[in-house]
């Protein structure tokens, strides 16, 4: 798309081992993830015939992980995402910081609507629980900038900022702006070529 400044998509494997941590701190040996109980729903995640069949979806419609959600977590790994809202006591989730650009702190400010951010994180980071969902890169470690419905490029600049302060090893953004400064610019390409 013309206009889009980046969205980079978080379809990896993170570095690690099978191992994953819940709510509790508790170690859990994570062997078989598809004991998920809504595993089977996460169709872009593998190839599930009957699901596929039943829904009438291509059956190349998948990130072909090929078992690797066996082998890597993605621990070790830090993921920022910036989005909406993240809903902080979510049972799949575990955001381990969190910086508002709305409130300019770490709290978090929910308006009606805002969901977009925990189906975000939930892709990326739901853990290895035997409760739901499971992300990508269950053992990453999330972080959560929460933007603005409107921004100013300037905002724009202080939530990248904020990802790399945090320690951010991969920045997603699922959304875009139709205007982009040079200023803008810098920064992404900063990020991409320098972090």
């Known amino acids: 798309m013309k206009n889009l400044i980046f969205i980079i998509l978080v379809l990896f494997i993170g570095c690690g081992n099978n191992t994953t941590t819940d709510s509790n701190e508790s170690t859990i040996i994570y062997t078989d993830y598809q004991t998920e109980p809504l595993f089977y729903q996460q169709w872009a995640i593998e190839y599930n015939e009957t699901f596929y069949e039943d829904n009438q979806i291509d059956k190349e419609a998948n990130i072909h992980t090929d078992n690797l959600l066996k082998e890597y977590s993605g621990k070790g790994v830090k993921v920022a995402i910036i989005d909406d809202y993240v809903d902080l006591n979510h049972e799949d989730l575990i955001i ?26 939930g892709i990326i980071g739901a853990r290895a629980n035997n409760k739901g969902l499971l992300g990508i890169a269950y053992n990453s470690e999330i972080i959560f900038i929460q933007m603005k419905n409107s921004m100013t490029e300037s905002e724009m600049i202080e939530m990248f900022e904020k990802a790399k302060e945090l320690g951010a090893d991969i920045i997603n953004c699922s959304w875009g702006t139709y205007t982009k400064s040079d200023a803008l610019q810098d920064e992404i390409n900063d990020l991409v070529i320098n972090e």
């Not at 381990?96 to 609507?113: A, H, M, Q």
Request: hydrophobic share 30%.
């Open 96 to 121: 381990s910081k969190t910086y508002s650009i709305v409130s300019k702190s770490s709290k978090l400010v929910y308006s009606d609507g805002d969901f977009h951010g925990t189906a975000v994180a």
